[in-house]
């Protein structure tokens, strides 16, 4: 067991992520003491508790983050606020919470106003690492490992407990980086919830046309490579959309906007800016590419 092994972690929200990163922090050695899981489903409880990610299940948060010196919020976005409303009065004084929503203003609005004073031990924060897949069945340690993490601290958070929190991160192979909550909104409307956006339209649309079975019998690996994201869970995205609506409706239209040129340039046979476009998305997908196997 590492030195400063945590004793007791209460987990709101036992899936993908929560569950991965509580099995991560095992293998590493950072738990020392028992982990009790919180969650609606006794079944999936159950499945976290065969697969070793919490030692105790209840489907009541207050007793669950009572006496815990690290609480982690893992529930849809959604849920979140009431998580907060449910647990507050309950926290240890000197409890760190820390959260792995994808948008980030919204989580942050709502710690300061539900937890108060206490808001200052919270730490928010965002794993860039996922899947479609969801709950305690999923999640697997490996999942951080060479991934990013965006902690979203403020002027007011305790410095201890954000160092704390990055530690932790650190420990199971992630790399810490650490923006204002806007910033990292704008930057994740971006480059994973307008993508969604693509991947989820594209596969609806398709769906409905009348010759969609010919379609779909025909479509080949690149629809699949496209759409992969499409199965992701629509309860999180939905959450995902209202949280971050602001930023994910000025990405939406900035990519609306160069959508409609290039039906422009389909229209009126404009070969040189069809191959600009693509040449130029070529390039920069080969440099994403390299920069990530380097
Ligand atoms: P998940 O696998 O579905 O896990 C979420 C867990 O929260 C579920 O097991 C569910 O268990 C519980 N839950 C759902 N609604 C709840 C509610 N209203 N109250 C209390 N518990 C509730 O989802 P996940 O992928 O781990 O996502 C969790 C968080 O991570 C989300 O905020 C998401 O934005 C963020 N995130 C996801 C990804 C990704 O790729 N999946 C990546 C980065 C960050 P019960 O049904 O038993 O309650």
């Known amino acids: 067991m590492a030195a400063g092994a945590l004793q007791s972690v209460a987990l709101i929200g036992v899936g993908l992520i929560g569950g991965s990163w509580v099995l991560a922090l095992r293998e590493a050695g950072l738990i020392g003491g028992t982990v009790t899981g919180c969650g609606r489903s006794p079944?999936?409880?159950?499945?976290?508790?065969q697969c070793g990610i919490i030692d105790h299940a209840t489907t009541d948060p207050q007793r669950a983050v009572r006496g815990a010196e690290l609480v982690v919020l893992a529930v849809p976005l959604g849920a979140v606020r009431g998580a907060l409303e449910a647990i507050r009065d309950d926290l240890a004084d000197d409890a760190i919470v820390?959260?792995?929503?994808?948008?980030?203003?919204?989580?942050?609005?709502?710690a300061r106003l539900v937890l108060g004073d206490a808001a200052v031990r919270f730490v928010?924060?965002?794993?860039?690492?996922g899947n479609e897949k969801s709950g305690a069945a999923a999640a697997f340690p490996e999942l951080f490992r060479n991934r990013r993490v965006i902690l979203t601290p403020d002027a007011d958070t305790d410095k201890a407990a954000a160092a704390r929190v990055t530690a932790l991160w650190e420990s199971v192979g992630a790399s810490v980086a650490t923006m204002t909550a806007a910033h990292h909104d704008e930057?994740?409307?971006a480059t994973s919830h307008l993508p969604h956006m693509l991947a989820y339209s594209?596969?609806?649309?398709?769906?409905r046309w009348s010759d969609r079975d010919e379609?779909?019998?025909?479509?080949?690996?690149?629809f699949r490579d496209f759409t992969r994201i499409a199965p992701s869970d629509p309860e999180m995205w939905r959450d995902i959309c209202l949280a971050n609506r602001e930023a994910l409706m000025e990405a939406m239209e900035r990519y609306m906007a160069d959508l409609?040129?290039?039906r422009e340039a389909v229209r009126t046979g404009d070969a040189e800016r069809l191959e600009?476009?693509?040449s130029h998305a070529k390039a920069t997908r080969d440099r994403f590419v390299a920069m990530l196997e380097s």
């Open 215 to 222: 379609i779909f019998a025909y479509a080949a690996g690149g």
């Open 187 to 189: 930057v994740l409307a």
């Open 124 to 129: 928010p924060g965002h794993p860039i690492a």
């Open 202 to 207: 594209l596969v609806d649309t398709l769906s």
């Open 98 to 110: 820390t959260d792995v929503g994808s948008a980030k203003r919204c989580v942050v609005d709502d």
């Open 276 to 278: 600009a476009v693509f």
């Open 260 to 262: 409609q040129e290039l």
């Open 43 to 49: 079944e999936n409880l159950e499945v976290a508790r």
